[in-house]
Each structure stands twice: as C-alpha cells, then as structure tokens.
C-alpha cells in the first residue's frame, strides 16, 4: 500500500516562518542547479525549499545552506541559498531557517508513546526525591483533589522513583500507602517501568496474597513472614494492572493524537515503539487512518515469557500481526521486543551480572539478579526468528544479558550471516558491558541502541548504584565511547517516558555526560562522544536501524522529513545544544509544525502536560 505525502494542517496565513515566493526574477531562475550543488535528477517543479540555514547533512558535503524539496515530497538538491533559490518559481513556499540548522528529524530508536499519553491522564509524582511523610502529603492531595472517586475508584499516579525513598535505603511498603485517608485502590508505577508499588486494597482486588506465586519473569516482593509488601516488579506488576478499568476511550485517542503532535514539535519524524502488542497496532491504525499520525512507526512487539521458550510458536504469532496489520502505511511490522533482565538499580536489582552485587558494605553477596531466559534459550529463539525475516531488539541492562544477547546473535549470524547483518538485530540499554564483548557488535553487525541521558551522575548511578557495583564496574557505566571504538554502530533513543522527552538533550549528554544544570561533573568522561557522533547516532544512525533507507540524511533523493533548530548546531557546545529547540518539522516536504504559528502554540500549550510525564532521573539533593 503506498504511502500518502501528508497533508499539513497549517495553512500559508498560519505559518510565519515560509512565505509563498512571488517575482518574476524568482520564476526567471527556475533552471537546472548549477554543477556545485548536490542534486537529484529533477522531477517536477520545486514545491518548497528551506534557505539561509545551515545543513547538517549527515553526509560528506560540508557549508551548505539550502535545501530544494519537490512535488512527490524528496529532497531536490542540497547547495547556497544563491543556488536553491534559483530552483523556485512563483508557487514555490518558502522556510527562512534564519540561520539555524536544517538536519534530518530526529529517529528515536526505543520509547514507549502510547504508554506516555497514557501517563499524562494520570498525575504524576515527578520522579522526586522525598520521605515518607512528604510523599504521603502529596498523594494525599491527588486523593482530596479527587474525592469523588471514593471509594472503588482507582488512583493510579505516574512518576514514582522508585530509588527516591529517604532516607537512603528506606524500601517501600504497602503500610505507608495504607495510612493514607482513603478506602481506595492505589498503584504508582515506578518511573522505570519495572517497579510498581500499590496498597492493600490494591493487593485484595488482585487476589494477590502470601500463596499467589510469582509470575514468570517478575517478583511480588514479601516480607520475612511471607506476606506481600506491595511492592512489584517486572511481570508481576501485571497482577494489579490487569484488573484496573481502561481509560474512557475517546479521551484516550485524544491523548494518543495529541502525542503524536507532541512528537512532531520536537522533530522526531520516525520512532520505534519498543513494547508493543495488538493494540498498539490497533491504535497506530487508528491514528493514521485519521490523519494523526504523519512519522514512521516501527512497533516492535513484545513476546511474552511463554513465547520465548517457544520459538515456532513466537513466530506464528509474530507472522499472524504481520499479516493482519502489516499493510498499514507507515507502519513497519518488523520488529519483536523481547526482555532479557530487568533493571541494575537498588531496590530491584535485576539486571544480570556476570559477578554478583555487592552488599551496602561491599561485600560481593549471592545475587547475579535475574537473567529471564537461558543464553541457549535465546539462542534458539534467535536463529528461529532471523530465519523467519524479523528484527529482533532486546532489553539487556546487565552484563550478563548483554552476552546472553549477543550469544542469541551470534547463533543467528552463524546460520545465515548476510541475513543477520541484513536484520539489523539491536540491544537496547546497555548500561553494563563486559570490555570482551564490545568488538563482538562490529563483528556481528548487532546495533547498541543506547538512551545516553542516564550517562550522569546522579541518585540513580550514584546512591543507586554505585555502592552495589563497585569501583572497577562503575567506570564502565555507559561504555559508548568503548563500543564506538571498537566498532560498533551506536542509535540512539529516550525511552520516554522512562526520561522526559528532550531530544537536544540526548544529544549534549551524548557529548559531556553530565546534567550541566545541577552536575557539571561527568561520569567517566572517557565514553563520551563527539558532537558529529551524537548527532548521527539519534539521525541516520536510528534512520538504519529502523530500516529507514530512504530517509535519515539531507540528500538528493532522499524523503524531506526534516527539522529546522533555532540555532547552528555545529558551532554550538553541548549547552548550547541542550538549549536547542526545533522551530519547523516537515514531513515528506509538507510544514506539519511550525513554533512561531497559532497551531504551534496549541500544540505547545496540549503537549505541556505530556512535556511534565516522566520527571527523569534528575539529581535533586545528590551527588558527589
């Protein structure tokens, strides 16, 4: 099915920042471009072009400043304003990106947006750093503020840290939710996706108590008598959720519509959807057949713990949403998602370590965490799903899962290489990596999609983790500089809503490592990249792994989704850059965002409440 060039919602009267080109000297100079300006064989006439910027190309060609898009939605040529120019006529729009720059959109290679508008219908804890009794206070509030949901209704609150507790180590318990005035059902889901904490109520309406055994691939936390504290983590927070009512559902499509505006504001132009399932695809065809969603979707869908040690079966029901949902425009059914552990910080500890955690004194203790399939398993899953045509991206945080994953690879290389290179399989996170295994990326082709915002120090690294891992192993958080140098080919992605959604961020904290704002000081200095390289790894690099061939760099021929930033990137320091805001989005050619117009302020003004879900893994009182 082909896929149709979007319509901007803008008209001309809306946007500031174009204007339509009117004079006859214009129209006179609609000729053939001149020998020194990149470009494509010319098919049709010249429908807009973007001037007086600064193209980050992603390619070879350095100093241009203009960019010529044609009629079918593709980049036309890439020269000077001088040249561009000469290639417009009387109907030709025009995008002044007054000197800033002119790059492709931003590829987010793993985040969760139906999850994020999601959480934005829910208020949010803002991943703060607080006691007991302050914590209270505040879900006290959202309690009041809500009375009439007393008594059955749910109060679910996003944005709960769940290494915020103080004093440090406190450990969350379902009595501090309990002495809440409330008779109802409450549950805050840790920022990281994988904790979840509820109260007691929450528990009965579960059937959740001291016999429930654990789910596979999940823990219901108990206290030394055997009963459960409330807190839950990976699978077992499912126990809860699946008994707490949906959302009212045009006010869920409404958020997931203004999720995707949200999106375009930012320039992000293509996305992977790294945990999905039937009715992620289900809402992903909704919104395109409504003209709400105009970027690429890669929904890479989640295979259960069932699937995993079942691998014919994984593939029949990965061929299965294929084959019903896989002629989607736009939409790319390529991709399966699998979790190989869970997360390295305290209190959950269950990214897979290759030697155990340490005890709050440093003393190395029996716990690896929890690997939730065997390497041979993986393995087997691998080489089954490669032959059957699918991208495999998996979750590994510990050293452990990442050599399980690469081993699940290396089984697939070797049954097919070309077809395993071809693949393009990804590991995603990567926050712990043995140095044997940095050259096995290179060579196996896997990517290292890495969300390099967390790269700083801060409670999550710091008192989270540090005292758990030890020196040696704490100087090798992040490795991306390593990796890089090794060979491998680094993508990036924010995992929003886990980190709020800041793409010029990213990038800068690619660059520096560090949270300017509160903690100048990096963390391990060494990993960090070059401004090209953290430019290219959240461009053309994710444009790779998400199969987007046509797309990712400013070049003749390729699709004009492109993004127009208030200042020269090049020339900026990653301040700068983590200052950065996108002024116009195009897709496909077409203006679908422009920060200066009324719509751009309307999107601004609706995208507010998704801007606040996730409050990041900020440093508040922290750190040395």
Not at 145 to 156: F, I, K, R, T, V
Not at 342 to 368: C, M, N, W
Not at 403 to 410: F, N, T
Request: net charge neutral; hydrophobic share 40%; with cysteine.
């Amino acid at each position: 099915m082909t896929e149709p060039t979007p319509r901007s919602p803008l008209t001309s009267a809306a946007l500031s920042r174009r204007a339509v080109v009117a004079g006859a000297g214009l129209a006179a100079g609609a000729v053939a471009a001149p020998a020194a300006v990149a470009a494509s064989p010319r098919t049709g006439r010249t429908a807009r072009v973007v001037v007086r910027g600064h193209v980050f190309s992603g390619t070879s060609q350095r100093g241009a400043e203009a960019v010529a898009i044609g009629t079918d939605g593709r980049i036309q040529a890439v020269g000077s304003t001088r040249e561009i120019r000469r290639m417009a006529d009387r109907r030709t729009e025009v995008v002044d990106a007054s000197g800033g720059t002119i790059m492709a959109g931003f590829h987010d290679g793993h985040m969760h947006p139906l999850g994020a508008a999601e959480q934005s219908m829910n208020p949010s804890l803002g991943n703060a750093t607080t006691t007991v009794p302050q914590l209270q206070a505040t879900l006290q509030g959202f309690l009041d503020a809500s009375a009439d949901h007393e008594s059955d209704g749910w109060l679910q609150v996003t944005d709960w840290n769940p290494v915020g507790l103080l004093p440090a180590g406190t450990t969350a318990h379902r009595s501090m939710l309990d002495a809440l005035r409330t008779a109802r059902p409450m549950l805050l889901q840790g920022s990281d996706f994988h904790n979840a904490w509820v109260n007691s109520r929450a528990l009965a309406l579960a059937g959740v108590d001291r016999t429930t055994p654990d789910p596979a691939g999940g823990e219901i936390v108990r206290d030394g008598a055997g009963e459960p504290t409330g807190l839950l983590k990976d699978t077992a927070q499912d126990l809860v959720r699946n008994v707490i009512p949906p959302p009212v559902e045009a006010e869920l499509q409404a958020a997931y519509a203004d999720t995707m505006a949200y999106l375009l504001s930012l320039g992000i132009t293509s996305f992977m959807d790294a945990a999905s399932d039937e009715e992620s695809l289900k809402a992903y065809a909704r919104l395109r057949s409504s003209g709400r969603l105009l970027q690429q979707v890669t929904p890479a869908l989640r295979l259960s713990n069932a699937h995993t040690v079942h691998p014919a079966a994984a593939a029949d029901y990965l061929h299965d949403l294929r084959r019903r949902y896989g002629d989607v425009p736009g939409m790319h059914v390529t991709t399966t998602k699998v979790f190989v552990d869970g997360v390295i910080e305290f209190p959950a500890q269950t990214a897979a370590l290759l030697s155990p955690y340490l005890d709050e004194d440093g003393r190395p203790t029996k716990h690896r965490g929890d690997l939730y399939l065997t390497s041979e398993q993986y393995q087997r899953l691998a080489v089954v799903l490669d032959k059957s045509g699918w991208q495999m991206h998996s979750h590994a945080i510990g050293d452990a899962a990442v050599r399980v994953a690469l081993d699940g690879y290396e089984a697939a290389y070797r049954a097919n290489p070309r077809r395993a290179r071809q693949h393009r399989h990804t590991i995603a996170h990567l926050q712990l990596v043995h140095p044997d295994d940095y050259p096995r990326f290179a060579r196996l082709g896997v990517l290292a999609c890495m969300q390099l915002q967390w790269a700083v120090r801060n409670v999550w690294t710091l008192d989270a983790l540090r005292p758990f891992i030890g020196e040696e192993r704490f100087r090798r958080m992040y490795p991306a500089g390593s990796l890089q140098r090794a060979g491998a080919h680094l993508v990036g992605g924010s995992d929003w809503p886990v980190d709020p959604l800041r793409p010029f961020n990213q990038v800068a904290t690619a660059m520096d490592r560090t949270m300017r704002s509160a903690v100048p000081k990096p963390l391990n200095a060494t990993e960090g990249l070059s401004r090209e390289a953290a430019l290219l790894m959240h461009t053309s690099a994710s444009a790779f792994q998400l199969h987007e061939g046509t797309r990712g760099v400013v070049a003749p021929g390729r699709v004009a989704d492109l993004v127009v930033v208030d200042r020269d990137l090049e020339r900026s320091n990653s301040r700068a850059i983590r200052q950065a805001s996108v002024r116009t989005t195009l897709v496909k050619g077409a203006v679908v965002y422009d920060a200066d117009s009324a719509s751009g302020r309307a999107v601004a003004r609706r995208g507010a409440g998704l801007a606040a879900v996730a409050g990041g893994r900020a440093p508040h009182a922290c750190c040395g």
